[in-house]
């Protein structure tokens, strides 16, 4: 059996050195080589995204929570499903959430915004939002971009609730245990 594995070998060793000893001609010359294979060092250049009514539209999501966001120039009134957000956000905290993205990028009374959200609680609404009206702060002024994306706003917060097993109270909590 090594008498068979033998011969193949050398056929081997011989077929590399043949391929190792490719003629001149047939490798290209350096002035051959294309321009577009050299990496470009330019900075992509974004166009901002505006429609008809001169709005940028963009969606945000945080947990079950889907925001359907618009923005344009205006006094900085904000509408969340038909309502005012210091109504729809009654606390506090949720009201700074939806600001956050105009605070960290200067832009604070600059922009109408009218949302529609869906699904999931009041938390993960103001989450949504706030995600929402950043994508579209970015498609409306590329130049804003590094600054959220800095922030961590234009990145979608990925964690849901986990579902309920089956044998289980919830989803990791087991019954209580009872010995007798």
Known sequence: MAEEIKPTLENLK?????????????????????????????????????????????????????ARVWIKPGPGKIVVNGREVNTYFA????????????DVADRGGQYDVYCTVKGGGLSGQAGAVKHGISKALTLYEPALRGVLKKEGFLTRDSRVVERKKYGKRKARRSFQFSKR
């Open 91 to 102: 606390r506090p905290v949720l009201q700074m959430l939806v600001q956050q993205p105009f």
């Open 14 to 66: 011989e077929a590399m050195a043949s391929a190792a000893e490719v003629p001149a001609a047939a490798a290209p010359a350096a002035d051959d080589v294309a321009v577009a294979d050299t990496p470009s060092t330019e900075a992509i250049v974004r166009e901002p995204k505006i429609d008809e009514l001169g709005r940028s539209y963009a969606t945000g999501k945080r947990k079950d929570a889907v």
